[in-house]
């Protein structure tokens, strides 16, 4: 699904990524662990070309995305992302937050329908154009409601995210990038800013999503998670993969010295 290739990302002088190839498979759970500043976000951040890639290629659904001549946005609508810090539209209902990018972009798709229409350019896709923006509206409205129920917070669909736990806002996050449908979706520490009492609920959610099928890229400190959860375990170190295996492999023999040093300290 996700093809890495030599990627590297500077920020002035300073090189954060010094070439990082990594290819992700559909249904994949990868964990990715590391020392902080080691470019474990600054890579989350570059595949789905949030920050431009310095150099390197990044080969989704076979387009190379990091080329700047292609349309990121048509791309990173199929890659959700999760922070550390939610994300969550404040000023934003619980349920609007969830409805936002895809009434939006199939809002979007629908002009393109509309346009390519009337101008007769064929190719366009005509049961798109039959719909109407309301009725894109009461899909996505049930859609989310659905994934509200699902995480058991349907009650909470009208609030404002300032009412809601932290473990209540990362779940909406999830389900938020679930909304989009995305092909894979990538984590960035989802339960660092959380209570510990609220860690659980989430790494809970995100087994679900994993035992489902959902491709997943997780930057995490939840070493029981990566053990239990990951397809694969991916150490990132001063910009590079140190070392990359099945957990068991990972957790049991580390090769790497870093690697191993860094275990020493979390586990
Ligand atoms: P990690 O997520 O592994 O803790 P980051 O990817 O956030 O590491 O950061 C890696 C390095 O890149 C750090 O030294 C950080 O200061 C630097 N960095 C990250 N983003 C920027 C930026 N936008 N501008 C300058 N330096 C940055
Ligand atoms: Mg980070």
Do not use: W
Request: net charge neutral.
């Amino acid at each position: 699904m996700i093809d890495v290739i030599n990627l590297k990302k500077s920020f002035g002088d300073v090189e954060v990524l010094k070439g990082i190839d990594i290819t992700i498979n559909k249904g994949d759970i990868v964990a990715i662990i590391g020392p902080s500043g080691s470019g474990k976000s600054t890579f989350l951040r570059c595949l789905n070309c949030m920050e431009d890639p310095t150099s390197g290629q990044i080969i989704f659904n076979g387009v190379d995305i990091a080329d700047m001549k292609v349309d990121i946005n048509i791309h990173r609508r199929h890659m959700g992302m999760v922070f550390q810090h939610f994300n969550l539209f404040n000023n934003k209902t619980v349920i609007e937050n969830i409805m936002l990018a895809p009434v939006y972009t199939r809002c979007q798709d629908l002009k393109k329908a509309k346009r390519k229409k009337l101008f007769g350019k064929g190719g366009a896709d005509a049961s798109l154009a039959g719909l109407t923006k309301e009725q894109i509206k009461k899909e996505e409205k049930e859609k989310a409601i659905a994934l509200l129920k699902r995480i058991g917070l349907e009650d909470k669909a009208d609030v404002y995210p300032s009412t809601l736990s932290g473990g209540q806002k990362q779940r909406i996050a999830i389900v938020r990038a679930l909304a989009m449908d995305p092909d894979v979706i990538l984590f960035d520490e989802p339960t660092s800013a959380l209570d510990p009492e609220m860690v659980g609920e989430v790494l809970e959610l995100m087994k679900q999503l994993a035992s489902e099928g959902m491709t997943m890229v997780v930057v995490t400190h939840e070493m029981g998670f990566a053990k239990e959860v990951a397809s694969r375990v991916v150490f990132i170190d001063e910009g590079v993969i140190k070392e990359e295996a099945a957990p068991k492999e990972f957790f049991e023999n580390p090769k790497d010295a870093r690697l191993k040093e860094f275990l020493s300290k979390v586990l």
